[in-house]
C-alpha cells in the first residue's frame, strides 16, 4: 500500500472515532504523514498499532468550573484535562484559559505534547488542560476565584508521579501560584505537582523566559548547520506573551534587528529592530492586560491597525501566538519577503495550506515540537528540582536548556536531513514517534 493511502485508511479511522474535531485532526495528519511507513516497515511497531493507539487520550477529564465575578453572579466554564501518553513519563503539558479552548483544541495539543516531550530526552509523557474561560477584562480577583475553582475540580487527578500541569496561553506563574495553593491543600503535602512555580516556592530560574530562549537557540543551531548566525538578520515575531518577548530578548541580545511584535489588532513594527526597553513595555501592557497600539513616542516603532508581521520583509519568520495564525497567502507574503527561516514558537501556527506552501518552497521550517521545547525541557528540570530539593543556578537551567535544544537539533537532523537540505518537521516526527512507539511496544497490548 502507498503511504497515501495508508495515510487515508487512517485518518478516516480517526476522523470517525472524533468528529468534528478539526484541529486534532490537522496535528494528527501532520504526524502520521511522516510516521506511517516507519510503523508498518517495523514489526514490533506495527504489530503494536501504535499509530492508531495515539489517535486516542489515554483519558479526558472533563469538569464543570463554577465561580462567581464580582458582581456576586454565578459564573460556568468547561474545564478539561486530556492525559494524552504516560508511555515514557508522567502526564506533562500546560493548563490554557482561552475562550477558543475546546476539547478538539486540547486533543491536538496533548498529541503534539507528546512528541515534543519526547524529543526533550526527559522523562515526561503528554498531556494539557485548560477551559474556556477569558480573562480578558477580569479583575484579578476575577481570575484568582476562577484558578481557584478550577484547581478544585482538577486536584484529585494530578500529582507529581501522575500528572504535572503548567502554564500556557493566559495561564502564568501568577495563576500557577493560585492552583498551586488549592492543589497543596487537596493533597494534604508539597509535591511538585504543577510546574512554573514562583521561585520561592519551588519554580525554576529561567522557567518564564525558557521557551523563547529555548527558541532562538533552536534557531540559532539551525543557522549554525547553514554556516550562518543570527548577527543582523531581520527578524519577524508575532505575538505578544512570554514566547514571543522572551525570544524578542534573546534575538536582540544576539545581534537580531527584532523587526516586529504583534497581537490580534495589529502589528507593532519597527524597521531598524525594537529595543530591549520596547519589548519589555510590551510585556508590560501584556501583563496589565493592554493593548500595544500605542509604544511610547521615540521608541522607533509604529502600529500598523489590523496587520501582520507576514508583509515585512524578514529572514526569519517566528510565529509565537496560536494555532493556524499563518495561512497560505501569509506565507507566500513571506516568500516574497525574502524569509529564509521558519521556526514555530507556538504549536501548530501553519495551516495545512501555509505548509504546503513553505515545504514547496524548501524552506527551512522547525515545528513547534522541536523549536518550542524549551519551556516543557525547564519544567523538566523543575521536577528534578522539586525531587532533589537543590535548586540550580540561573546560569546552570540556561546551559542545560542550550544543551537540550541543541541536543533536539541534531537528533531532528539526524532524522530529516535529505540529500543537501533537512526537513525538519519529518526529522521531528519520526525521532519523537520513534521514542514514544519503542516504549508503547515494549509493554505489549494493554
Ligand atoms: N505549555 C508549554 C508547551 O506548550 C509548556 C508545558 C509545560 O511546561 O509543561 O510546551
Known sequence: MSRESLLSDYMDRVVERSVGEDAFHQAVRHVAHDTITIEKANSDYAAAKVMERLSIPDRVIAFRVVWQDDRGETQVNQGWRVQYSNAIGPYKGGLRFH??????VLKFLGFEQTFKNALTSLPLGGGKGGSDFDPTGRSDAEIMR???AFMRELAPFIGPNRDVPAGDINVGSREIGWMFAVYKAHALEFTGALTGKGLS??????RTEATGYGLIYFVEAMLGEQGDDLSDKRVGISGKG?????AA???IARGAKVVTLSDTSGVLVAEDGLDADTVAW??????????IADPPSGCGATFKEGDMPWNEDLDVALPCATQNELDGDMARALIDGGVRLIAEGANMPL?????DVVSEAGMLHAPGKASNAGGVAVSGLEMSQNSHRRFATADEVDAALKDIMRDIHARVIDDGRQGNHVDYVRGANIAGFRKVADAISSMGAI
Open 242 to 246: 512570554n514566547v514571543a518577548t522572551y
Open 351 to 355: 495551516t495545512d495550506d501555509a505548509h
Open 249 to 251: 530578548d534573546k534575538a
Open 146 to 148: 476562577f484558578c481557584q
Open 201 to 206: 516556592f519551588g519554580g525554576s530560574q529561567i
Open 282 to 291: 510590551v510585556r508590560a501592557q501584556k501583563a496589565a492586560g493592554k493593548e
Open 99 to 104: 475562550p477558543a479552548v475546546s476539547l478538539s
